[in-house]
């Protein structure tokens, strides 16, 4: 990676931010937008969309603005040399101590800058607290959205992961033009882990707007966890792989099939989710629930917070509900194509 993108990854991830405390990392975004000139809005929750130059479809690039990290002020990123890869990572000036770094998503932030400055007609959506149930892409701007071709997210671990679907839905159709386009370049980058996860925010886009996803490889590791770390090579690829995705995909705009609802942790975890139209809701007693019926759009809103927002389309769980569940390594808990073949759910690896 050359100097001046190495300088702007550092400094990116330098930015402390967390759900719900997203200002710096807005403040700073909206200081790079400005310097440089760009058409850019922010909405009232903090989501940050941007627009450069014209197309009948724009490619869209996505990334979220929290991290799971609590706020340190004296986050530094550290730059080390491990077998022939150059790392980065997060310790305390004071302590000495780990850091969480926040690769996830400030590298998919990153990228999106990056996607930014390269390509001539572009759009970027950076959304805030993906980490507590998607909050910033649910209430997604529709008019911004209403030329959007196609979106690549960069929110995937390591270097070598995607998702092949979010929450028992696939992002795109594997036999499409779309499929066809795209799969022989990701293979190509060494993006051989397609695994089955659970949300990130073009999961409410696809759902909302019908066109098809990408979440690629953003080259972070160990995420949500203090010790976690960059490997800027792996940064580099999902830029690079960025680039080419977009140069034979084009200005076009790319249908998603639709396929059968089903609720994702009924079809992986043997019936912790539930399909019902109505919802499990929190009443003024934190023991007592009851039943509320499903509004039109899919979701039963609590007018005093919007943590109690229950998705009655993907298992009536409450937004952040699974913040912590899924805390763990393998990508929480997804089903990887690599690991499992063809048991998983009929979805034939076979490029």
């Known amino acids: 990676m050359e100097d001046r993108k190495l300088q702007r990854l550092k400094e990116v991830l330098s930015v402390p931010t967390h759900s719900r405390e997203e200002e710096l990392m807005i403040d700073y975004l909206e200081e790079v937008l400005t310097e440089k000139g760009y058409d850019y809005k922010k909405d009232n929750i903090g989501n940050i969309y941007v627009t450069k130059g014209e197309a009948e479809y724009f490619p869209c690039f996505v990334a979220h603005t929290d991290t799971v990290h609590s706020i340190n002020l004296n986050l530094k990123v550290v730059q080390l040399e491990e077998n022939g890869q150059t790392i980065l990572t997060g310790i305390d000036a004071k302590t000495m101590r780990p850091s969480g770094i926040g690769g996830d998503d400030k590298c998919g932030v990153f990228l999106c800058l990056e996607m930014l400055d390269k390509l001539d007609n572009v759009k970027i959506a950076l959304f805030v607290s993906e980490e507590i149930g998607c909050i910033g892409s649910r209430q997604a701007d529709p008019e911004f959205f209403s030329n959007v071709g196609y979106a690549i997210q960069y929110d995937s671990p390591k270097g070598d992961s995607m998702s092949m679907s979010l929450m028992g839905k696939d992002l795109f159709g594997k036999s499409t033009n779309f499929g066809e386009k795209v799969s022989p370049l990701i293979l190509e980058h060494g993006i051989t882990d397609w695994a089955r996860h659970p949300y990130t925010d073009i999961w409410p886009l696809m759902e909302k707007f019908g066109f098809s996803c990408l979440n690629l490889a953003a080259g972070y590791h160990r995420y949500h966890t203090a010790s976690e770390y960059v490997v800027v090579e792996e940064v580099e690829n999902g830029f690079e792989l960025g680039l080419k995705l977009h140069q034979i995909l084009g200005e076009n705009f790319y249908e998603r099939p639709q396929q ?92």
């Open 260 to 351: 059968e609802e089903k609720s994702y942790f009924n079809s992986i975890f043997g019936g912790y989710g539930s399909s019902s139209k109505q919802v499990l809701t929190e009443d003024d007693d934190e023991d007592d629930f009851y039943y509320e019926e499903e509004e039109e759009d899919g979701f039963v809103y609590d007018e005093d917070d919007e943590m109690d927002i229950i998705d009655t389309k993907s298992g009536g769980y409450r937004v952040g509900e699974f913040e912590d569940f899924w805390d763990y390594e393998d990508f929480n808990g997804g089903y990887s194509i690599r690991k499992y073949g063809e048991q998983n759910d009929n979805i034939d690896f076979d490029w």
